[in-house]
C-alpha cells in the first residue's frame, strides 16, 4: 500500500481568520483565550479536510511563524522581549512585531526580530538571534498542546518541527561567532525533545531540513553526521524533509543519517530520484514529492503515474507520497473562487484540490488506475484544453520580444553624468526624503474599493474619492516636508494585483490569499499567458498628483523581476521568457510617464533575490535575465529622468555586483531591523550610485525616535559618502495608520535636518 501524508497546510483559514483575528488580538479587542479558541478551531476544520490521508501534519500551524516558533521551543527567546507579568504570548508577538498586544504605546515596544525571505519564497521568516553566549531550554508547550489536540482526533499525526542544522543556519549570530559553536548545547535539547515526543506516544517525527538542498562546506556536512548520529537512539521514527531543490552534493549525506526515511522535492529534483534509491538503505522509506507545493497548476497524473508506477513496483510499502512541500504556498481551496473566468479555473488546483489529486494517485496504485479511470480523463481534459486555449499565446508579443535581439537595456550615459543633470533639474538638499510608495490604506479607502467593485459606486464618484486622497496625501507630506513625494497608492489593492489587473495574460481570484509573514496575506495573480499592455496603468492618477505640489513626485511602479517571483507563473515556458515580456510592459509606461513629465519614477524590485536559485553556482543565469529585464524595463529614458528601485528584506551582499549592474540611480534597501548590517558589503565594495538606508521599521508598529534614525544613518554614512545618502522608511506604509506615520515620518525629516547640520546641505 502507498502511503500519503503532507508536510503542512495553510494556517490562515479560507477567510483568513487567523488574520483577523491577529488583527483584533493587537488592538485589544479579541483576548488571548478567544485568538487561542480562533487557531484551535482553524486546526480542527484543516484535520478534518486532511482527514483522507495516512499521516497528517501536527505543529506546522503558528500564529506567527514556524521559525519563531522553533526558537521559542528552543527557549532562544531575547532578553529584551521579556517583561514580568507577561502573559504566554507577549514575549513572543515583541519579537514578531516589536509589540504584544497589552503593550498600551507605539513607543513602548521593543526592537522586532530581523526578518528575511525563506529561500527562494515570498514567506518571512523571523531570524533567530544567537551568540556565543547562547543556551537553550526546551519549552515545548504549544507543541504538546497540538499534539493532544490530534490524538484527541484519533487520526494519525506526525509532528513537524524544523531540524537543529536548519534552524542553526537560517540564524545569525550578533557577535560575529560561528553558529556552529552552538550545536554541542543545541543537540540536548532536540534529545529531550524527541524523548517527549516519545512520552506523548508519537510514532513518526517530521524533522525539516531543507537547508540541505543548499551548498554545504565540509563543516556543515560533518556536523548533519554529528548531530543525527547524537540523536539515533531517542525519540520516534523519524522523516527526514528537503524541498525547494535537488540535494546535489548532499546526496549521500541525507541518504546516509540515521533516520528512518527521507523526502525528496520531485517537482525540482526528480533527475535525483534513481541516485536517492540506489543509495538509500533498504530498510528505510522513500517520500517523493510529486504534487508542486508552489505553484496552483493542475498536476498532469497520467504523467506522475507513469513515473510512479515503476517506482511503487520496486519500493512497495516503502514509497510515501505527498506534496513536494507545504501547501502554506498556495491559496486554501479553489470551490471559494466562483468568479474566477471557468476557463482559466479548469487549470488550478489549491491545497484542498491538490490533496484530491494526492488521493487519485494513491487510488491508482493501490487498486490500479481503472479504480480511478474517470477522474483522469477529466484531469486530461484540462490539461489539454490549457494548451489548446487561444489565450496562451499571443503572436504579436512574441514578435516584439524576438526584436529585443540581445538588446542590453544599458542607459545613454554613465551615472556620474546622470547624476549632475539630475542635480540642476531637482535641486535636491543632502540627505534627501522621501518613502517608499503607499500610504495607509485607511478601512475608508478599502470601503470605497469594495464598493466600486461590487458596483455599488459609480466610476466618476470612485474616482473623485481618489483624487481627493491623494489630494490629502500631498498634503500631508508637503506639511511634514519630505523632499520627493508619492501619491499614496489609494486606488492600489496590491503592488503586483494592481498592474497585473491591466495587463493581458493574468487572471485573479477574489480568495486565493496566502500567508506572508504573521497577518499579512497576499493574493498572487495567475500568470497564464503572454503578457501585454493595453494602455497607460499609472499616469492619470501621478499626473493628477503632480500637479497639486511643486515638488518632484515619484511614479511608482513594480518591476518585471517581482510581478514574475510574486506571481503564480505559467510552468509551458522557461521564466525568463515571461519576466521579459513583462519588462517590455512595464517599459512602455516608464515611456509614458516621462513623457508626461513624471522625472522621478521607482521601479520596485522588491522580489530580485529570492528569485535567486538556492545553489549558487546556478546563481549567474538566474541574474543574466533578471537583471536585464530591469533594465529593458528602467532605461529607455532621458538622463535628467532618474530611476529609483526599491528591494525587501533580503540578504544581497552576495550579489552586489549585479545590484550595481541594474545601474538604477537610486536603490532603497530594507535595514533598520537589521541595524545597517546589510551595507557591511559597501567597506569592500564601492557602490557607484545613490541608496536610502531604511531607518523607519513599517513592519512594526513603533515609532522610531530621531535619535535613532540618526544613529542608523550615521552608521551609513561611514560606509557611503554623504552626498549619495537618502532617508527613507524600509518599505511602503500601507499597513499602518496614519497616527504611526505621522510622527514616524516628522522624525525621519528632523533626523534629515540634523544629518545636514552635521554633513552640510549641498545639492545632492
Not at 588 to 603: F, H, K, M, N, S
Not at 730 to 748: F, H, I, S, Y
Request: aromatic share 8%.
Amino acid at each position: 500500500m502507498t502511503t500519503t501524508h503532507t508536510l503542512g497546510f495553510p494556517r490562515i483559514g479560507r477567510q483568513r481568520e487567523l488574520k483577523f483575528a491577529l488583527e483584533r488580538h493587537w488592538r485589544g479587542e479579541l483576548p488571548t483565550d478567544a485568538l487561542l479558541q480562533t487557531a484551535a478551531d482553524l486546526r480542527a476544520r484543516h484535520a478534518r479536510i486532511q482527514s483522507r490521508l495516512d499521516w497528517m501534519p501536527v505543529g506546522d500551524f503558528s500564529l506567527y511563524d514556524q521559525v519563531l516558533d522553533m526558537s521559542f521551543l528552543l527557549g532562544c527567546v531575547p532578553d529584551r522581549a521579556q517583561r514580568s507579568g507577561d502573559g504566554p504570548l507577549d514575549a513572543y508577538f515583541r519579537v514578531a512585531r516589536g509589540r504584544a498586544a497589552g503593550d498600551d504605546s507605539c513607543c513602548s515596544g521593543v526592537h522586532a526580530g530581523e526578518m528575511t525571505k525563506w529561500f527562494d519564497t515570498n514567506y518571512h521568516y523571523i531570524v533567530p538571534e544567537l551568540s556565543a553566549d547562547s543556551h537553550f531550554s526546551l519549552n515545548p508547550q504549544p507543541l504538546l498542546e497540538q499534539i493532544r489536540e490530534a490524538k484527541a482526533r484519533d487520526h494519525a499525526f506526525k509532528p513537524v518541527i524544523i531540524g537543529p542544522l536548519t534552524w542553526l543556519w537560517l540564524g545569525k549570530t550578533t557577535d560575529g561567532s560561528p553558529r556552529l559553536e552552538l550545536l554541542p548545547r543545541l543537540l540536548p535539547v532536540y534529545r529531550e525533545l524527541l524523548q517527549r515526543l516519545t512520552d506523548e506516544g508519537v510514532l513518526w517525527l517530521q524533522i525539516d531540513e531543507p537547508v540541505l538542498v543548499t551548498e554545504l562546506d565540509t563543516t556543515w556536512q560533518q556536523a548533519f553526521r554529528e548531530a543525527y548520529t547524537a540523536l539515533a537512539d531517542v525519540g520516534p521514527k523519524r522523516i527526514l524533509t528537503t524541498y525547494f531543490g535537488r540535494l546535489g552534493d548532499n546526496l549521500e549525506l541525507a541518504c546516509s543519517l540515521p533516520v528512518h526515511g527521507l523526502h525528496l522535492d520531485c517537482t525540482r529534483a526528480r533527475q535525483e530520484v534513481d541516485a536517492v534509491i540506489d543509495t538509500l538503505p533498504e530498510d528505510r522509506i522513500l517520500s517523493l514529492g510529486v504534487i508542486d507545493g508552489r505553484n496552483i497548476w493542475k498536476t498532469d497524473l497520467t504523467a506522475v503515474l507513469d513515473f510512479l508506477e515503476p517506482l511503487h513496483q520496486r519500493l512497495g510499502k516503502r514509497l510515501w507520497i505527498a506534496p513536494s512541500c507545504s501547501l502554506l504556498h498556495v491559496p486554501v481551496d479553489l470551490d471559494s473562487e466562483t468568479a474566477l473566468d471557468e476557463e482559466v479555473r479548469q487549470w488550478l488546483a489549491f491545497a484542498v484540490q491538490k490533496l484530491d489529486e494526492l488521493d487519485c494517485l494513491a487510488e491508482a496504485l493501490r487498486y490500479g488506475r481503472d479504480s480511478v479511470q474517470g477522474r483522469l480523463q477529466a484531469n486530461a481534459q484540462a490539461l489539454a484544453a490549457r494548451r489548446a486555449s487561444g489565450r496562451v499565446r499571443n503572436p504579436q508579443v512574441r514578435q516584439r520580444l524576438a526584436a529585443l535581439g540581445d538588446d542590453p537595456g544599458r542607459r545613454r550615459s554613465p551615472h556620474a553624468q546622470r547624476a549632475q543633470r539630475q542635480r540642476e533639474r531637482f535641486r535636491l538638499p543632502v540627505f534627501p526624503t522621501t518613502t517608499i510608495g503607499s500610504f495607509p490604506q485607511t478601512p475608508e479607502i478599502r470601503q470605497q474599493r469594495r464598493g466600486w467593485r461590487e458596483g455599488r459606486i459609480d466610476d466618476t464618484a470612485y474616482a473623485a474619492f481618489i483624487r481627493a486622497e491623494i489630494a490629502r496625501c500631498v498634503s500631508e507630506q508637503e506639511q511634514l516636508g519630505l523632499d520627493v513625494l508619492v501619491h499614496g497608492e489609494a486606488e492600489r489593492n496590491d503592488m503586483v494585483e494592481y498592474f497585473g489587473e491591466q495587463l493581458e495574460g493574468y487572471a485573479f481570484t477574489r480568495h486565493g490569499w496566502v500567508q506572508s509573514y504573521g497577518s499579512r496575506c497576499v493574493k498572487p495573480p495567475i500568470l497564464y499567458g503572454d503578457i501585454h499592455r493595453p494602455g497607460p496603468m499609472t499616469v492619470d492618477w501621478i499626473r493628477h498628483a503632480q500637479s497639486l505640489t511643486d515638488k518632484p513626485m515619484k511614479g511608482m511602479l513594480t518591476g518585471p523581476v517581482t510581478m514574475l517571483n510574486w506571481s503564480f507563473v505559467r510552468d509551458d515556458q522557461p521564466r525568463s521568457a515571461t519576466c521579459l515580456q513583462l519588462a517590455l510592459a512595464i517599459r512602455d509606461e516608464v515611456q509614458d510617464l516621462e513623457a508626461a513629465g513624471i522625472g522621478v519614477i521607482q521601479i520596485d524590485e522588491a522580489a530580485l533575490r529570492e528569485g535567486l536559485p538556492l545553489r549558487r553556482g546556478e546563481w549567474q543565469d538566474y541574474l543574466d535575465w533578471a537583471i536585464r529585464a530591469f533594465r529593458i524595463s528602467a532605461n529607455a529614458v532621458r538622463d535628467e529622468t532618474q530611476i529609483h528601485t526599491h528591494m525587501c528584506y533580503s540578504e544581497f551582499n552576495d550579489i552586489i555586483e549585479a545590484i550595481a549592474d541594474m545601474d538604477a540611480d537610486v536603490i532603497t534597501i530594507e535595514t533598520s531591523r537589521s541595524n545597517m548590517e546589510l551595507l557591511d558589503v559597501f567597506e569592500d565594495f564601492e557602490y557607484p550610485n545613490a541608496i536610502g538606508p531604511g531607518v523607519y521599521d513599517i513592519h512594526s508598529p513603533n515609532i522610531p525616535s530621531v535619535e535613532s534614525m540618526v544613529a542608523l544613518m550615521e552608521q551609513a554614512a561611514q560606509r557611503i559618502p554623504a552626498e549619495r545618502l537618502w532617508v527613507n522608511p524600509d518599505c511602503g506604509l500601507k499597513t499602518r495608520a496614519w497616527e504611526e506615520v505621522r510622527p514616524a515620518l516628522a522624525n525621519m525629516v528632523e533626523a534629515a535636518r540634523q544629518l545636514r547640520q552635521r554633513h552640510g546641505s549641498r545639492a545632492a
